[in-house]
């Protein structure tokens, strides 16, 4: 009787575990149940039950271990995003947005899956890792068993044991290759930590992200500014700003605007080639342009921008910065040129479109490294340049701005830029030398700038931002 009692016991246990649970984690991770909007952070030291669509998020310095119902293991690795898609009897899928995740999948269990915005990994028994950037590239990396990799043009391949295989955007499954080096450390985050950054940019765009990620950098900005002040419309905004230092060789540029209807944020990240100097300035002052005969010592090499309403956005990614000498023999004067540029604009239907930067209005690449830019290395959508203008609604003598372009497949954007002071009037030229004093230099706390931008891509939204010279200045990003 004992012993079957001990089995009804057994059999009673696991019918209630029955699920994936958060066996342990470390630093800031959190949790959006299944059908909440809203992220809760782990707290305590209990196990914390996981079903089906619920996700966690890691912060820098961040992991999370998770058990399933057959013992398999996962390990999310920090800067990661990540879904427990579902669990059932017959099988177990999971997704991840971006980051790692290492699986140990026990022998002759259930089907077994790892999904990226790339790739599709199948198992049944195995030790292996997927990793997922911000532009939709994976890799996967095979440590015991064997993995069958697929991307979503029905491409596949079985990646084994000692080998790795990637997997661009938009498809194009590479033959798996031997991986030189073992295991990676799932304590640090994928990539270099400029990219953990650059990940954040493009990857937290809800409220909920946005806000949560502020109030924790807030706390060390190294510039930050608060006001409120009228827009071009006539609406109250109540504006948020800070400058932070992601890594050692960046900055981060962030502002929030909250109206009563709305809620809109931009964020930009500068990484330079070198270790930023105490005074920021220092750096930012030779970005753009430069004189002397000597290379500055910071150049700019990356700039990752994001502009949204958290539901249409409109990104820029730029790389292979650098700077170009006027002669280079004897140099006198110095031009910054970033040798790759793109744009992307995305309502919530085009979000997902280049690993998550939204669908490409126009790029251009540095093929010929000559540090200028021809037309035949331009790219846009829909394959010719876009039909133009500009326009002045209040005149030339007027700081506002009209600039629309029109794309061959009928796609449109639109942007529209003010010079304004904080009650809303939109400057001119005749205001320099009276509401603003003697030099524009002194009137830094008196103006802001707005873009507003519409698109065709939008569904009739637009994504409205204002932000005060006053902080670019002290950054040394405004200068006159």
Known sequence: MRYLFSLILLVGLCARSGAAYIDMWRGEVDIKRSGS??????????KVSL??????????????NIVLEDGSRVKIAPVSAFKMTSESKDGVSLGLYFGRVRSWVKKFSRKFEVR???????????DFMVSSDAEGNSRVEVYDGSVLTGDDKGNSSLVREGQFAEVPAGGGLNAPRENPS???DMNSAVGSPSQAAR???YGEISKEDVISRAQEEIQSAEFQNRKVAIDAFGNRVRMEEYV???????????????RDSRFDFGKILFTFNNTLPADLSLATRDMTSATGADTPAWQLTAMNSVMSNTLDMVTEDASGGKMVADNAGSPASWTHFFTNYAVYAAGPLEGAENGGLGRMLWSYADANADNTVQTGEMAYLGGSAPAGSVVYPGGEDVFNTVTRNTYSDSTWIQVSDYVLFDDGNILSAGDLGTRLGVTMDTATDKLNFERVYTSSLFGGRKIDLEFSAKLLKDAGLLRF
């Open 51 to 64: 079903g089906n669509g619920d996700e966690l998020r890691t912060a820098r310095a961040s992991t999370v």
């Open 244 to 258: 932070i230092r992601p890594e050692a060789n960046q900055f981060k540029y962030v502002v929030l605007n909250t």
């Open 182 to 184: 073992g295991p990676g």
């Open 116 to 126: 990226t915005p790339s790739a599709v990994c199948a198992v049944r028994g195995t």
């Open 37 to 46: 909007s809203g992220w809760a952070r782990l707290e305590g030291e209990e």
């Open 199 to 201: 990940n954040e940019i």
